[in-house]
């Protein structure tokens, strides 16, 4: 089993960190209020807290927290998070809902992984999942991209892969960390299904391999 830390303490975080500790895994989860942090730990009976801005104690990092923030905070670990595998799962959509926030061309993950140190690697995963979706503990495909030709880049993404299984998900691989971009517009597609063509929040999305 792995060591999980979860910067963030929304419902994505809630819902990873119950599936992390059922799955055997040490979680330590991250927020910048202490209260809410101990509280939120408290919640799950096996977490523990960890402090904002220093070395997370997990071998994979979540940024379980809004886009806006999430360059900044990984700016903020800088060293600290050399050696780690992080987990992006931020959409980086747009005030109207309708677009992404990041340059053309680019993606949410590949901005995060410039702000990274070269010893982390980035996996962009669990974006096109909804949180409340994730909690009730059902089977869910999870869609991941990740590169895999620079040193350790192929086991960062085997690492999440394993992790993404042991919570009962199954992980589809979409291909280097550039296709990132792609996974963050089918979150805004998401969203505008759920606000008109489904008329809810409450699907997933996945994969049907059956003939």
Do not use: C
Not at 62 to 77: C, D, K, Q, R
Not at 117 to 146: E, R, S, Y
Not at 160 to 182: E, H, N, Q, Y
Not at 193 to 203: C, M, T, V, Y
């Amino acid at each position: 089993m792995s060591s999980i830390s979860i910067i963030g303490l929304g419902n994505m975080a809630r819902a990873l960190a119950d599936r992390a500790l059922a799955g055997g895994h040490a979680v330590e989860v991250i927020g910048r209020d202490p209260a809410k942090a101990k509280e939120f730990a408290a919640a799950f009976g096996g977490a523990t807290v960890g402090t904002p801005g220093a070395a997370p104690a997990g071998d994979i990092v979540v940024l379980a927290m809004p886009y806006a923030g999430a360059t900044a905070v990984v700016s903020e670990y800088g060293a600290a998070l050399n050696g780690k595998v992080i987990i992006d799962i931020t959409n980086p959509v747009s005030p109207d809902l309708q677009g992404v926030v990041t340059p053309e061309g680019s993606s949410g993950a590949q901005e995060i992984a410039k702000a990274a140190p070269a010893g982390a690697h980035v996996v962009k995963a669990f974006n096109t999942v909804f949180g409340h979706m994730l909690a009730l503990g059902n089977p869910l495909d999870v869609l991941i991209a990740g590169d895999d030709v620079e040193a350790g880049a192929a086991e960062a993404k085997a690492t999440v892969s394993a992790f993404i299984k042991s919570l009962g998900l199954r992980p589809l691989d979409t291909g280097p960390l550039g296709m990132a971009r792609w996974l963050e517009g089918t979150g805004v597609v998401m969203i505008g299904l759920g606000r008109h063509g489904a008329g809810s929040f409450d699907f997933t999305l996945g994969v049907n391999t059956s003939a």
